[in-house]
């Protein structure tokens, strides 16, 4: 059996068949994917500009160009002009922010406040790795990836109550930990 070709298919989106275009994207939008990339766009441009390829098909779906039968050819120089005009408008914009004058210099008012944070968040660090991990994974589940405790516990395999006193051990000794001064000079204090 052959290969249908992409005129043929494309004959079934312009009638209206939803499934059509999900062939032609299938088909070809890797290739239009590669060809962005090399062109020297990071990554996530050139997921951006696939998108606005297709788009752009889509759009232009009564006026497409086949060549043998092949929609590819079409979407190459499609997205050569995507890039250029992607290329111009970052461009444009550059040029715009290097117009506007510098932002006033506003001081930092967590600074003011860093040493003491430091300080901290290098106790409560400690105070974390001395954690059971059970008890580690469980805080990072409630606290971090905000699951209710009851969430988090049967996610753990725990009882309801069993991570609720987990996690009030785990809070009670961290506030110790930040509580507590190290000792410093050798042992004089």
Avoid: C
């Amino acid at each position: 059996m052959t290969e249908e070709s992409d005129d043929a298919i494309w004959r079934r989106v312009v009638s209206g068949e939803d499934r059509a275009y999900a062939e032609i994207w299938d088909r070809h939008r890797d290739r239009v994917f590669r060809h962005l990339a090399s062109r020297v766009i990071s990554s996530a441009d050139a997921e951006d500009l696939t998108a606005v390829v297709f788009l752009e098909l889509w759009r232009r779906r009564a006026m497409v160009r086949f060549v043998d039968g092949s929609l590819l050819p079409w979407l190459i120089v499609t997205a050569q002009n995507v890039a250029r005009n992607a290329g111009r408008a970052q461009r444009r914009y550059r040029r715009l922010l290097a117009l506007l004058p510098p932002p006033p210099a506003v001081p930092d008012h967590a600074e003011r406040y860093a040493d003491q944070n430091d300080e901290r968040t290098a106790k409560l660090r400690a105070g974390l790795a001395d954690a059971k991990p059970a008890d580690a994974q469980l805080l990072a589940l409630t606290v971090i990836e905000g699951f209710t405790v009851s969430q988090a516990a049967t996610a753990l395999g725990l009882t309801e109550s069993a991570a609720k006193m987990r996690l009030s051990r785990l809070r009670a000794d961290l506030r110790s930990s930040l509580e507590t001064r190290p000792i410093l000079d050798g042992g004089s204090s």
